[in-house]
């Protein structure tokens, strides 16, 4: 089974989704699970994880009624108040919710760079190690020294690097802080990460598989094909590239591993990590 681990849908409202500004007109409008899955289809792909994009329980809570009634969306990955003391409580009112695969805050819109590194947080995070929940991590490359100390209190809890931790893609300049940081974060076994919104962190409009490459390589050689997990990052991505365009360049980037190390990151890995059901 092929599987995208992440995507995204939405109802596209202004007051709702403040991030999408005049820049952002090819996304500028609602994404449901129509729009997506024919693309799936031709591109062979089976399934999809799909993304919190709000941080709300009105649109987890939505994600998962899309995908109590669309079976090609094999999980959700949602938001929950894991800095609330009552945390625990809203995460017994969701034990019930078998495509609740994840859970993620948005770390790299928070004003304070050590919020990752928070009591309240970390307290609500602990909670998910018992509940068979993976903490999806989303940051910019400047969090990666805290986020090691981070995933260091919870040893025992499945952890997914979002968009290999959105380095800084320059053409003229490799983000060499960054691949040292991600390689530091790798050696921790219980810590994977996601082929996914590279394109939209790489800086100017035009992008090429060659200005890529270093940050494929540098993921294959720090997670191995073990850890490593396709995704588009559908709708963000059309802001530099289409659904098409993206799949035949992570093809090309994986094209020199063996049938099974490409299969594992294709979908085998999304569904051993996330216990997807088949």
Not at 73 to 84: A, C, F, H, R
Not at 164 to 186: C, G, S, V, Y
């Amino acid at each position: 089974m092929k599987i995208d681990s992440h995507q995204h849908f939405w109802r596209y409202d202004a007051t709702d989704y403040p991030w999408i500004g005049p820049k952002h007109l090819a996304i500028k409008r609602d994404f449901f699970p129509a729009d997506l899955e024919p693309l799936l289809q031709n591109a062979g792909i089976d399934g999809c994880i799909a993304v919190q994009a709000r941080q709300t329980l009105e649109e987890t809570n939505w994600l998962l009624e899309l995908a109590a009634k669309n079976t090609f969306i094999k999980g959700v990955v949602g938001w929950l108040p894991l800095s609330d003391p009552q945390i625990n409580q809203t995460l017994e009112r969701y034990a019930n919710q078998p495509n609740l695969v994840g859970i993620r805050h948005i770390i790299h819109d928070e004003p304070d760079d050590q919020f990752i590194l928070r009591a309240d947080f970390n307290e609500g995070i602990s909670q998910l190690t018992s509940r068979d929940l993976v903490y999806d991590i989303l940051i910019f490359e400047k969090h990666l020294p805290q986020t090691i100390e981070f995933v260091d209190r919870h040893p025992n809890l499945n952890f997914v690097v979002d968009h290999i931790a959105k380095p800084k893609i320059r053409r003229e300049i490799f983000d060499k802080e960054w691949q040292t940081n991600l390689t530091e974060l790798a050696r921790r076994e219980n810590v994977s990460c996601k082929l996914s919104g590279m394109v939209t962190e790489v800086d100017g409009p035009v992008w090429d598989r060659q200005l890529l490459a270093p940050y494929f390589e540098t993921a294959l050689e720090v997670f191995g094909s073990d850890r490593l997990l396709f995704g588009s990052d559908w709708p963000v991505c059309l802001l530099k590239t289409d659904y098409p365009t993206w799949i035949d360049t992570v093809a090309t980037a994986l094209n020199a591993l063996s049938k099974d190390e490409q299969a594992a990151i294709w979908g085998k890995n999304a569904q051993r990590i996330y216990k997807l059901a088949p």
